[in-house]
């Protein structure tokens, strides 16, 4: 990937986060890391709980610390004062995707405030094509939260991101709340975006399966540190690091198929592109 083509680029960053108690020192989340997501790229940062990935996340987000180093999205800074519009360039999808929506304000209502908020970047598409895009009908814009299932819900979190036009996609555990079929149908989603929208999304898991289906490059974190990474397959393949090797032999049911491909359960949505009859939600 050349310099030019990046639109992340995370540069010696770390995160120190102050001790909690008189007795406890600071705690070094982030140690010294660099990487980058290329347009139309997924990059991966897996590890286990505590390796660092959410102070990573938070600081890319701008919602985080930044102790040392230097992240930019499109060019822009992150932690300098932005414009809203630059602020705009990344969005962020959580785990959690009822948590992360307002449970009084219907699709709609929601999405109004959002074009009402950001009019100069939201014109570009209607609410209707909008949903067509995450492969959801018209007919949920009259829903609140409630009234969605968990992969109907994360897929208006990803409709109400894609709104903002954003450069980079920031998906912090995107689909470990979901079930497996529901998970490998937003999985798709992501990976379909990428391609229609060229979004750059850096992926966030600790899920070694799953980053396996989605990611094109992988970064591996352990106690703050990436110590290995590279394209997805060879990492996978062939792990040079030892921890890498013990994360992957921790895979439970290894052998079994990629977590893209097990969509056996409709989630409620459009099935395939987006295009076709909707399917009755359940
Ligand atoms: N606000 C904070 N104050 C003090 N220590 C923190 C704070 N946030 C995180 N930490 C510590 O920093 C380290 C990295 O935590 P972080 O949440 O970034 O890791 P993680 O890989 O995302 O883990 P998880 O998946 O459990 O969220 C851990 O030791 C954690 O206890």
Same mark, same amino acid.
């Given at each position: 990937?050349?310099?030019? @083509?990046?639109?992340?680029?995370?540069? @010696?960053?770390?995160?120190?986060?102050?001790?909690?108690?008189?007795?406890?020192?600071?705690?070094?989340?982030?140690?010294?890391?660099?990487?980058?997501?290329?347009?139309?790229?997924?990059?991966?940062?897996?590890?286990?709980?505590?390796?660092?990935?959410?102070?990573?996340?938070?600081?890319?987000?701008?919602?985080?610390?930044?102790?040392?180093?230097?992240?930019?999205?499109?060019?822009?800074?992150?932690?300098?004062?932005?414009?809203?519009?630059?602020?705009?360039?990344?969005?962020?999808?959580?785990?959690?995707?009822?948590?992360?929506?307002?449970?009084?304000?219907?699709?709609?209502?929601?999405? @109004?405030?959002?074009?009402?908020? &950001?009019?100069? @970047?939201?014109?570009?598409?209607?609410?209707?094509?909008?949903l067509a895009k995450v492969g959801l009908t018209a007919d949920l814009l009259d829903r609140l939260p409630h009234q969605m299932s968990g992969g109907q819900a994360q897929r208006v979190s990803i409709a109400r991101a894609l709104l903002l036009r954003p450069s980079?996609?920031?998906? #912090?555990?995107?689909?470990?709340?979901?079930?497996?079929?529901?998970?490998?149908?937003?999985?798709?989603?992501?990976?379909?975006?990428?391609?229609?929208?060229?979004?750059?999304?850096?992926?966030?898991?600790?899920?070694?399966?799953?980053?396996?289906?989605?990611? #094109?490059?992988?970064?591996?974190?352990?106690?703050?540190?990436?110590?290995? &990474?590279?394209?997805?397959?060879?990492?996978?393949?062939?792990?040079?690091?030892?921890?890498?090797?013990?994360?992957?032999?921790?895979?439970?049911?290894?052998?079994?198929?990629?977590?893209?491909?097990?969509?056996?359960?409709?989630?409620?949505?459009?099935?395939?592109?987006?295009?076709?009859?909707?399917?009755?939600?359940?």
């Amino acid at each position: 990937m050349t310099e030019e @083509r990046r639109v992340l680029d995370v540069d @010696r960053l770390s995160v120190v986060h102050r001790a909690r108690g008189r007795r406890s020192h600071p705690v070094v989340a982030v140690d010294d890391v660099s990487l980058g997501v290329g347009a139309g790229e997924i990059v991966g940062v897996v590890g286990e709980s505590g390796s660092g990935k959410t102070s990573l996340a938070m600081a890319v987000a701008g919602l985080g610390k930044i102790s040392t180093g230097k992240v930019t999205v499109s060019g822009a800074e992150v932690g300098k004062r932005l414009s809203r519009s630059a602020r705009a360039e990344i969005q962020v999808i959580l785990q959690d995707p009822h948590g992360s929506l307002d449970p009084r304000q219907s699709v709609r209502r929601g999405l @109004r405030e959002l074009r009402g908020i &950001h009019a100069e @970047r939201t014109a570009w598409v209607t609410d209707e094509e909008l949903l067509a895009k995450v492969g959801l009908t018209a007919d949920l814009l009259d829903r609140l939260p409630h009234q969605m299932s968990g992969g109907q819900a994360q897929r208006v979190s990803i409709a109400r991101a894609l709104l903002l036009r954003p450069s980079l996609l920031l998906a #912090d555990e995107p689909t470990s709340a979901l079930d497996v079929s529901v998970q490998a149908q937003i999985l798709r989603l992501l990976l379909e975006l990428r391609r229609t929208e060229g979004l750059a999304i850096l992926f966030i898991s600790h899920d070694l399966a799953v980053v396996r289906a989605v990611c #094109d490059q992988v970064h591996v974190m352990l106690r703050g540190q990436v110590v290995e &990474h590279g394209v997805t397959a060879e990492v996978f393949d062939r792990p040079a690091h030892e921890y890498t090797r013990r994360l992957l032999a921790a895979i439970p049911g290894r052998q079994t198929a990629n977590p893209v491909e097990q969509a056996h359960v409709s989630d409620g949505s459009i099935p395939g592109d987006g295009h076709r009859s909707p399917t009755p939600v359940l």
